[in-house]
């Protein structure tokens, strides 16, 4: 039997809902305000699965979520989000608070007992590696997404909110100095390398068409996936460019783990289904697909199993 807290201030529908999870043979904790919520979370003994209220007394859902994210050596918690609110600014938020997952008012039970499914499956999936990695692993994940989903805000808003978009989100056109932007965006990305990854970069100055905030959303993105990947191995990155008839190659060769060959056609989406997840969720290559085709780039990726990735952006002429 698994424990769920559930914190409702609101008293029908906190009973309604703890009759439902009852009912599907859960163990519930009710709570009625964020501060009592938070308090039953950090207790070592407290659920490992929570649905907070975005809307509550004393603390918000959202405010719980960060203050336990701040926790330190805090067992694994999956958190579901309920609230009002609809639009993907507000998941953006709640993701970023370190909220696992977010639902709106009124939602589906067919929809959230699968969530709350996908929650215990990945809370076992934690507990099985048995290894202090996987718990790093996760609270590095944690930090590393809320610092770069803001960066990350336009295209998930327009994901979350229509799948179809994917490809044609508004991007910052602009034109930029490789030479310059380029280290400027590495050492913005020092505080998450940390002695991790060490980064080189080698280029001549060079104009391209692509807006200095675009070309950090895609840098950054690559840096977060090579860092996940790497864990708690170093690794060292290369970053140069070269100018052709048809436009500047940006290239990011890394000498991490990488991926399967054979893997390499799932980039286009966040990465669940490889076969080396645990040690890498694939976050940042979405996204930096993502906003390399809503800036007219072509991203290429080729790896060798255990001898890490080599990407290739083909940047339009500035």
């Known amino acids: 039997m698994s424990r769920i807290l559930l914190a409702e201030d609101d008293r029908i529908s906190r009973v309604m809902l703890q009759a439902v999870l009852m009912k599907w043979g859960h163990e519930v904790v009710p709570v009625v305000d964020g501060r009592e919520a938070l308090d039953r979370l950090l207790d070592p003994d407290g659920p490992n699965l929570a649905i907070l ?24 918690i999956h958190i579901i989000l309920l609230t009002a609110k609809s639009r993907g600014a507000e998941a953006a938020e709640a993701l970023a608070a370190g909220a696992d997952d977010h639902m709106s008012k009124p939602y589906d039970l067919v929809e959230l007992q699968a969530r709350i499914q996908a929650g ?10 048995g290894s202090k990695l996987g718990l790093n692993q996760d609270l590095l994940l944690q930090s590393i997404l809320s610092r770069f989903l803001p960066l990350n805000r336009m295209a998930l808003e327009t994901v979350l909110a229509d799948p179809s978009q994917m490809g044609v989100l508004p991007v910052d056109k602009g034109r930029c100095d490789l030479a310059k932007v380029v280290p400027e965006i590495v050492a913005a990305a020092s505080a ?3 002695d991790g990854v060490h980064v080189s970069v080698a280029g001549a100055p060079v104009q391209v068409g692509i807006g200095n905030r675009t070309l950090r959303q895609i840098l950054l993105n690559l840096l977060v996936h090579i860092r996940m990947a790497s864990a ?4 060292k990155v290369d970053i140069s460019w070269h100018e052709g008839a048809e436009g500047t190659t940006l290239r990011c060769v890394d000498d991490g ?3 399967l060959p054979e893997d390499i ?5 966040p990465v ?22 809503s800036a007219g780039c072509t991203i290429a990726c080729s790896a060798a199993e255990g001898r890490g990735l080599r990407t290739e952006i083909r940047l339009p002429a500035g």
């Open 232 to 235: 708690d191995r170093k690794c």
């Open 272 to 293: 669940t289904t490889l076969r080396n997840q645990d040690l890498n969720p694939g976050f940042g290559l979405f996204f930096a697909n993502l906003a390399a085709e």
């Open 265 to 269: 056609t799932l980039l286009g989406w």
């Open 53 to 76: 209220d975005w809307l509550m007394p004393a603390l918000s859902g959202v405010e719980v979520c960060r203050m336990l994210r701040k926790s330190v050596g805090i067992r694994p």
């Open 257 to 259: 783990p990488g991926i």
């Open 120 to 129: 215990l499956r990945r809370l076992a999936s934690a507990g099985s590696s």
């Open 192 to 194: 998450f390398l940390a």
